[in-house]
């Protein structure tokens, strides 16, 4: 019985609780005792910093998709007006942010000192806005196709090693610690204390209807 | 920032909805647009919260699911969709995320959202009851030493010590009460035609 007292412990201190083997029984108990915790005053208001800070996170991946798209679409257009119109303080802040000690670290393109290019999928598999997952032995990852153009990131999280799963055809999941990364390799988020490394990408090309990636030889 | 959330939170929306005729709390119409992403997110995030909170019990994972929820409709999210459209898919996708925390966590689903009964409330959070209602009825279901240890408990937010005052008994005691009444009131949850899990 250790393992839902510490988890209903966990909920009464504002912890977040420690994973168990679940029976049926506990399931149960664990249930009533998110319902009658979530049932104390003022437990469903979120924290006004939390707010704040994943305005500004949204606010900041909005900015870096706008930069990586030169031409801009009506709906950049559109968003970019309600930036502009939410005043001096939003604007402060998303510098700050930009600039501040946490942003990701860069995850570069992997080049090995000997490559060739190794065969993935037949690029009439790999049709615009699919992706697809490989395996070339040395090397795992994910190729995808977007705005015509082929990309090819590691499916390796940078925190320790765990292979990542694709989730909603868009994102890449850790399966160990729930670290997110965009498909461009950008963290999307981890709950780890310090900063986690962006996944590195990784040179992709096709040639003669064949997607290839650029890997140790 | 403190200010300017609050400041925006209520304006966000669009810019001619008419008043509520009830006279109750302005709500957005589900057929209305959002003025912009800004708007999507201020007019939701609480909610989006209050409904992680309610299904997990905790901050931390409350807040990191709500973080993922905004994340994941960040791109492919049209701000010309409906006001409907956009609670409908926030709503789809918080479902997918809790499904999936509770899959990477403990294995198995310990709670759920179901996307049409919860919608209502959504809608009308000031409304929202039906939690308030269960745990009323599963308390009063529980003999008075029970019903009172969950209450300073998890209510009231006692310590196991001050719980232990409060009833004039020991630590250890309490301890052991906590647990049977909690082990009840899963029973009556269980039970309860009106527990959506």
Request: hydrophobic share 40%; glycine share 8%; proline share 6%.
């Given at each position: 019985m250790k393992g839902p007292r510490r988890f209903v412990e966990s909920l009464l201190r504002g912890r977040r609780p420690r994973r168990?083997?679940?029976?049926?029984?506990?399931?149960?108990?664990?249930?009533?005792?998110?319902?009658?915790?979530?049932?104390?005053?003022?437990?469903?208001?979120?924290?006004?910093?939390?707010?704040?800070?994943?305005?500004?996170?949204l606010a900041q991946e909005r900015r870096e998709e706008a930069e990586r798209r030169p031409v801009a679409t009506r709906r950049q257009i559109v968003l970019g007006g309600a930036l502009a119109a939410t005043g001096v303080a939003v604007g402060v802040a998303i510098d700050r942010t930009l600039a501040g000690p946490g942003a990701p670290a860069g995850g570069g393109t992997l080049i090995p000192d000997a490559g060739v290019w190794h065969p993935v999928v037949a690029a009439a598999e790999l049709p615009e806005g699919a992706v697809r997952a490989f395996d070339a032995g040395s090397v795992n990852g994910f190729v995808y196709r977007s705005g015509g153009r082929l990309r090819a990131i590691s499916g390796t999280c940078t925190h320790q090693g765990c292979r990542l799963g694709l989730e909603a055809g868009m994102r890449l999941r850790c399966p160990c610690h729930r670290a997110l990364f965009a498909l461009d390799g950008r963290v999307l988020h981890h709950r780890f204390p310090g900063p986690l490394p962006a996944l590195p990408r990784i040179a992709v090309r096709q040639a003669d209807g064949v997607v290839q990636v650029y890997i140790s030889a | 920032m403190r200010r300017w959330i609050q400041s925006r939170h209520k304006p966000s929306g669009p810019a001619d909805r008419p008043q509520h005729e009830t006279g109750a709390p302005l709500h957005l119409v589900q057929g209305e647009t959002y003025a912009s992403w800004e708007a999507i997110y201020l007019d939701n995030v609480h909610r989006i919260y209050r409904l992680m909170f309610s299904k997990v019990g905790n901050r931390p994972d409350a807040e990191d699911l709500t973080a993922e929820v905004f994340l994941t409709v960040l791109r492919p999210l049209?701000?010309?969709?409906?006001?409907?459209?956009?609670?409908?898919?926030?709503?789809?996708?918080?479902?997918?995320?809790?499904?999936?925390?509770?899959?990477?966590?403990?294995?198995?689903?310990?709670?759920a959202i179901d996307v049409e009964q919860v919608a209502t409330e959504y809608d009308h959070p000031a409304e929202n009851t039906r939690s308030a209602q269960l745990v009323e009825r599963v308390l009063a279901a529980l003999p008075v030493r029970y019903r009172r240890v969950l209450e300073l408990r998890f209510l009231r937010a006692c310590s196991i010590g001050e719980t232990a005052a409060e009833l004039q008994t020991s630590v250890g005691n309490v301890k052991v009460l906590q647990h049977r009444a909690l082990r009840l009131a899963a029973e009556i949850v269980r039970d309860d035609p009106d527990a959506a899990g």
């Amino acid at each position: 019985m250790k393992g839902p007292r510490r988890f209903v412990e966990s909920l009464l201190r504002g912890r977040r609780p420690r994973r168990f083997p679940v029976d049926d029984t506990d399931a149960d108990i664990l249930r009533a005792a998110i319902e009658l915790r979530a049932a104390r005053p003022g437990s469903g208001t979120p924290n006004e910093e939390f707010v704040v800070g994943l305005y500004q996170r949204l606010a900041q991946e909005r900015r870096e998709e706008a930069e990586r798209r030169p031409v801009a679409t009506r709906r950049q257009i559109v968003l970019g007006g309600a930036l502009a119109a939410t005043g001096v303080a939003v604007g402060v802040a998303i510098d700050r942010t930009l600039a501040g000690p946490g942003a990701p670290a860069g995850g570069g393109t992997l080049i090995p000192d000997a490559g060739v290019w190794h065969p993935v999928v037949a690029a009439a598999e790999l049709p615009e806005g699919a992706v697809r997952a490989f395996d070339a032995g040395s090397v795992n990852g994910f190729v995808y196709r977007s705005g015509g153009r082929l990309r090819a990131i590691s499916g390796t999280c940078t925190h320790q090693g765990c292979r990542l799963g694709l989730e909603a055809g868009m994102r890449l999941r850790c399966p160990c610690h729930r670290a997110l990364f965009a498909l461009d390799g950008r963290v999307l988020h981890h709950r780890f204390p310090g900063p986690l490394p962006a996944l590195p990408r990784i040179a992709v090309r096709q040639a003669d209807g064949v997607v290839q990636v650029y890997i140790s030889a | 920032m403190r200010r300017w959330i609050q400041s925006r939170h209520k304006p966000s929306g669009p810019a001619d909805r008419p008043q509520h005729e009830t006279g109750a709390p302005l709500h957005l119409v589900q057929g209305e647009t959002y003025a912009s992403w800004e708007a999507i997110y201020l007019d939701n995030v609480h909610r989006i919260y209050r409904l992680m909170f309610s299904k997990v019990g905790n901050r931390p994972d409350a807040e990191d699911l709500t973080a993922e929820v905004f994340l994941t409709v960040l791109r492919p999210l049209r701000t010309t969709a409906t006001v409907g459209e956009v609670r409908a898919y926030l709503l789809t996708t918080a479902r997918t995320v809790l499904a999936a925390h509770w899959r990477h966590t403990l294995g198995r689903e310990i709670t759920a959202i179901d996307v049409e009964q919860v919608a209502t409330e959504y809608d009308h959070p000031a409304e929202n009851t039906r939690s308030a209602q269960l745990v009323e009825r599963v308390l009063a279901a529980l003999p008075v030493r029970y019903r009172r240890v969950l209450e300073l408990r998890f209510l009231r937010a006692c310590s196991i010590g001050e719980t232990a005052a409060e009833l004039q008994t020991s630590v250890g005691n309490v301890k052991v009460l906590q647990h049977r009444a909690l082990r009840l009131a899963a029973e009556i949850v269980r039970d309860d035609p009106d527990a959506a899990g």
